[in-house]
């Protein structure tokens, strides 16, 4: 009987680097070798160029010049290939060796180094909401976070929920943060219909302030500056909001101030801050 696909999943995770047979196209060259690791580097590539929506089993087949039905002897479906995704990024994160004395900052330090990571593939956080991970390199993130919070003298159960809350921020941030830059350069796009004036740029972002959106990864969008609306222009926006808005109007410019990093480091310190104070 031949081997089921979990336990197929299960091998490659306990085994060495699958092996692959040469293929031959039409003309008699030979075409790239379907492997795990040709389906993930696939994957990214579409993700990396066409946004995490793009992503699916049929788009990488295509890429790879081949069947869908010949990508499920190497990987057991979508989710399967998520899961691989999200591993690959974070077999990437180099972990600290836990320090009681600076165990704020590493975990500070980990919770950024896994944003980056996502945000070098729009949307690709998406991947790891509701999932609960069984891929080794995944887990080695969670063992190394779980151990930093425990060296800072972190009660067990508070640091287990923590390393749910913090991930689940990280992803949601990563992610929010894709679509905002996937907004800038649709609406950057020559001919783009935003519906706006010539010259601005449109889009709030859920959990920003009032219609702030804090900008995307600098470089991510050029000519933006940070900002899918630019800051001059969402101060006069609550300028000229009507008096019913009193204290968005007074302090416009905090609601407006820093960047998306300055806010993310913000948020995590204070849940870090809080595991400090109610944690042991």
Known sequence: MSPTPQQRRAARHGAGPSTSATRRGPSGGRKKPITVDAII?????????????????????????????????????????DELLIGRLCAEIELPEPDP????????DVCARLRDQYLRYPGISQAAFAAAPSNLDTLRVGEGMLAILLAGDIAPQAAAWAIDSLMLYVNAYSLEVSLANSRVDRDAEPGADTGEFPGEVSGAVPGAAPGAVPGAVPGAAPGVDGWVVGRDELLRRFAALPDTFPQTKRYAAEL???TVHDRFDFTIGLMIDGLGASGR
Not at 48 to 59: C, I, S
Not at 101 to 108: F, K, L
């Open 41 to 81: 580097d696939t994957a990214f590539g579409i993700v990396e160029r066409e946004g995490y929506a793009a992503l699916t089993m049929r788009r990488v087949a295509t890429a790879l010049e081949t069947g869908p039905s010949s990508l499920y002897a190497h990987v057991v479906n979508k989710e399967d290939l």
């Open 256 to 258: 407006t101030a820093g």
């Open 101 to 108: 004395a600076h165990w704020r900052r590493q975990i500070t």
